[in-house]
C-alpha cells in the first residue's frame, strides 16, 4: 500500500509544480540538515521519515533480516508522549506540542514496524491507544486527528491494530467500526467502475474510483496489514477471483473486498500496470500504485491472481526503486512476500541488499565481518528516502484535491 506511502504540503505543489520530470526524485535535504545516523534514505525527511523508515524495518523484518539496532531506536525516539508519531521530528528530546503535526499514518506504520522488531510492547500499545482516541464517528480514521475518514488511512489503521493484536471489528466509535467506514466509500457494481473505492467522497458526496484507495481498502477490509500474504483455497467468497462486480446491496467486508480485486484486476488487465498522470501531462507507468494492488490481488485471491503485475514489475520496477530509496524497496518487497516470491531474486535484483544499501547494515551483515561484501551496506546508496518520488507526490496533490494545507499521506493516490 503506498504506498501508501512520505507526505507534502500543497505550498510545495505550488512551487514546484511546474517543475520538469527530470527532476522526479525526491528532494535532497539541505546542506544544513544532518541525517541522522539511524534513518534510512538520503532525502529530507520533513515529510516522510517515520513513514519510509517503518517500511524498511518492516520490509527487513519480512525477509528474516533482524534491522540495526540504531535504526529501531531512531524510529522509537520519534514517539510523542501522547503515543502518536509525526511524519518527522527533528529534534525529538523537544516534546510535543500543538505544533507538531501527528497523522495517523506515520502512526500506524510505525506500529506495525515495531510490533515486527519486537520488544516494544509498550510504544506500540501506547500508539494504538491514540489511533482508538482519534477515530471518527464514521468508524474510520483520517490522515490527521479530526480530519474526514479516508480509504488509505482507515486501511493502514486496521493493520496497525491487526499487527498489535486488537480485533479491527471491535474498535467501535459512535457503533461503527473500520469496516462500515470502507464499505461507506465502495463504488456500486453498476458502470466501468464497479467494486471500486473511492479515496473520499468530493464536495458533492460523489465517489470516484481510485486504484490505490481500492488496494488499501481491500486489505483493510481483509483485516491485513502493508505485509499480507496471499490468500489459500477457500479465503476468498464464492465466485472470487475474477473481474466482475457481484456484491449486494449490503455487501459484507469479504464480499466487498472480491468486488475491489475485481475492479484491479480489470485495471491491470491490459498492460499489467496501474498508471498516473500529472494534470497536462501523457499518463505514467504507477510503480507504487502497482505494488500495492499486487498485495491486494494477492491477498484477496492468491498468488497467481497477481501474476500479470508482479511480472511487470520484476521486469520494471529495480530502476524505479533505486531513484525513490527504501519505501520503494519496501513496496517492491511486501509484493514479493505477499506472492511467495523471492526478494532476494526480484528480476534479477536483491531488494532486501538494495534496501540494506540505503541506510545502517543491519545486525546480519554486520555479523558477517570486514571485508565482506555486505559491508558496502553501511554505506548509504545515492538513493532518496520517499518510496514515491517527489514528482509522483505533487501529481497526487494536483490530481486527489485535497484541501490547502492539508498534509498529503505517501499512501494518498492518484485516480486511474
Not at 522509537?76 to 500543538?98: E, I, K, L, M, V
Request: net charge neutral; hydrophobic share 45%; charged share 15%.
Amino acid at each position: 500500500m503506498n504506498v501508501r506511502r512520505s507526505a507534502a504540503v500543497l505550498a510545495t505543489v505550488g512551487v514546484l509544480a511546474a517543475a520538469s520530470p527530470a527532476l522526479a526524485a525526491s528532494p535532497s535535504p539541505s546542506p544544513s540538515t544532518a541525517l541522522p545516523s539511524g534513518l534510512y534514505g538520503d532525502a529530507d525527511p520533513k515529510f516522510d521519515g517515520v513513514w519510509r523508515q517503518s517500511l524498511a524495518l518492516l520490509a527487513q523484518r519480512t525477509a528474516s533480516v533482524t534491522p540495526a539496532a540504531k535504526a529501531v531506536d531512531w524510529l522509537t525516539g520519534q514517539q510523542c508522549a501522547d503515543g502518536a508519531f509525526a511524519a518527522f521530528r527533528a529534534d525529538p528530546g523537544r516534546a510535543c506540542d500543538a505544533k507538531v503535526v501527528v497523522d495517523t499514518n506515520s502512526t500506524s506504520a510505525a506500529v506495525q514496524a515495531l510490533t515486527a522488531t519486537g520488544g516494544h510492547d509498550s510504544a506500540v500499545g501506547k500508539a494504538v491507544t491514540w489511533l482508538k482516541s482519534v477515530q471518527n464517528k464514521d468508524g474510520g480514521w483520517g490522515y490527521t486527528p479530526g480530519g474526514a475518514s479516508d480509504a488509505n488511512s482507515t486501511g493502514v489503521v486496521i493493520g496497525a491494530l491487526a499487527a498489535a493484536g486488537e480485533r479491527p471489528a471491535a474498535v467501535v466509535k459512535n457503533g461503527r467500526t473500520p469496516y462500515d467506514a470502507l464499505l461507506a466509500l465502495a463504488l456500486p457494481c453498476s458502470g466501468d467502475d464497479g467494486g471500486a473505492f473511492a479515496y473520499q467522497p468530493d464536495k458533492k458526496g460523489k465517489l470516484a474510483a481510485n486504484a490505490d484507495a481500492t488496494a488499501a481498502a481491500v486489505v483493510g477490509l481483509l483485516g491485513a496489514g502493508l505485509t499480507a500474504k496471499a490468500a489459500t483455497a477457500g479465503d476468498a467468497p464464492s465466485g472470487a477471483p475474477g473481474t466482475d462486480c457481484a456484491g449486494t446491496h449490503k455487501p459484507t467486508p469479504e464480499r466487498a473486498a472480491a468486488d475491489g480485486a475485481a475492479y484491479l484486476a480489470r485495471a491491470v488487465a491490459k498492460d499489467g500496470h496501474l498508471t498516473s498522470a500529472l494534470a497536462g501531462a501523457p499518463e505514467q507507468p504507477d510503480y507504487g500504485n502497482t505494488a500495492d494492488a499486487v498485495v491486494a490481488l494477492a491477498a484477496q485471491g492468491g498468488a497467481d491472481r497477481a501474476a500479470k503485475p508482479l511480472a511487470w514489475l520484476e521486469k520494471d520496477a529495480a530502476a524505479w526503486a533505486k531513484q525513490n530509496g527504501p519505501a520503494a524497496y519496501a513496496q517492491l518487497i511486501f509484493a514479493a512476500h505477499a506472492t511467495g516470491t523471492d526478494p532476494r531474486d526480484f528480476g534479477g535484483t536483491d531488494l532486501v541488499r538494495a534496501l540494506g544499501a540505503t541506510g545502517p547494515a543491519p545486525q546480519a551483515a554486520r555479523q558477517a565481518g570486514p571485508g565482506d561484501a555486505s559491508d558496502a551496506s553501511d554505506q548509504k546508496d545515492d538513493n532518496g528516502g520517499s518510496g514515491t518520488g517527489l514528482w509522483w507526490i505533487i501529481g497526487t496533490g494536483l490530481v486527489a484535491g485535497v484541501g490547502i494545507g492539508f498534509l498529503l499521506s505517501g499512501r494518498r493516490k492518484r485516480q486511474l
